[in-house]
């Protein structure tokens, strides 16, 4: 089935997640979002996530304060680190194009009512723009989690060597996570997955603590990978 078929199949399905959590008595309560640390936007609601071309650091920051956002008020649904349970569509294949963002926008400020039923509730007032625009931001880049587990091998060898410490050079090290983080692709086309490899490449800096920090990140990661 072609991609963007699947994607519009499974978007319906989004609806029947929060009735399916309501029935089993599960919390529905929006927790608040801090997004002190994200760039203005304007009034205006936009229709294209904004996060995507402010540079690294914001883009960042934006996965970060969407990851939290994510997990206190849609993972319930839409299952833990986006990775869907079958009971709700997996939104790490929304295209982070103007198309998906667009659908995801008008679902994230409005909610979903069916019959006088709220089927997805409207966060938009009550989070506002930034915080949409971080969770959105989280969801499109996560990674593939085959291709993590495809380069499984590599990365507990550089995890390995990360952790015995010694004399090693940074700069090959960071090169070799750098050219494995290329390889591994979001599910919804946008350019970079926020992968383990990404992250573990990025804090290295030649120091003991960063080669820790690393080898941490990758530990982590691999194991929630499993």
């Given at each position: 089935?072609?991609?963007?078929?699947?994607?519009?199949?499974?978007?319906?399905?989004?609806?029947?997640?929060v009735?399916?959590?309501?029935?089993?008595?599960l919390?529905?309560?929006?927790?608040a979002?801090n997004?002190?640390?994200?760039?203005?936007?304007?009034?205006?609601?936009?229709?294209?996530?904004?996060?995507?071309?402010?540079?690294?650091?914001?883009?960042?920051?934006?996965?970060?304060?969407?990851?939290?956002?994510?997990?206190?008020?849609?993972?319930?649904?839409?299952g833990?680190?986006?990775?869907?349970?079958?009971?709700?569509p997996?939104?790490?294949?929304?295209?982070?194009?103007?198309?998906?963002?667009?659908?995801?926008?008008?679902?994230?400020?409005h909610g979903?009512?069916?019959?006088?039923?709220?089927?997805?509730?409207?966060?938009?007032?009550l989070?506002?723009?930034?915080?949409?625009?971080?969770?959105?931001?989280?969801?499109?880049t996560?990674?593939?989690?085959?291709?993590?587990?495809?380069?499984?091998?590599?990365?507990?060898?550089?995890?390995?060597?990360?952790?015995?410490?010694?004399?090693?050079?940074?700069?090959?090290?960071?090169?070799?996570?750098s050219?494995?983080?290329?390889?591994?692709?979001?599910?919804?086309?946008?350019?970079?997955?926020?992968?383990?490899?990404?992250?573990?490449?990025?804090?290295?800096?030649?120091?003991?603590?960063?080669y820790h920090?690393?080898?941490?990140?990758?530990?982590v990661?691999?194991?929630?990978?499993?």
């Open positions: 089935m072609p991609r963007k078929t699947r994607i519009l199949a499974t978007l319906g399905a989004i609806a029947a997640a009735s399916i959590a309501q029935a089993a008595g919390p529905l309560d929006i927790q979002v997004t002190d640390a994200l760039p203005e936007l304007e009034e205006e609601w936009l229709t294209v996530n904004p996060y995507r071309d402010q540079g690294e650091e914001v883009w960042q920051q934006a996965i970060e304060i969407g990851a939290s956002g994510y997990n206190q008020n849609c993972a319930r649904c839409h833990l680190g986006a990775v869907s349970g079958g009971l709700a997996d939104l790490r294949f929304l295209e982070a194009e103007e198309y998906g963002d667009e659908w995801y926008m008008e679902r994230f400020r979903f009512t069916q019959n006088g039923v709220t089927r997805m509730p409207a966060f938009g007032e989070l506002g723009q930034k915080a949409a625009w971080a969770i959105r931001t989280y969801l499109e996560r990674p593939d989690e085959e291709a993590v587990s495809a380069k499984s091998a590599e990365l507990k060898a550089l995890r390995d060597t990360l952790s015995d410490g010694g004399d090693l050079d940074a700069e090959a090290i960071r090169a070799e996570l050219g494995i983080a290329e390889e591994i692709e979001t599910l919804s086309g946008a350019p970079i997955a926020d992968s383990i490899a990404y992250r573990a490449a990025h804090v290295i800096d030649g120091t003991p603590e960063s920090k690393a080898a941490e990140t990758l530990t990661g691999l194991s929630a990978a499993q």
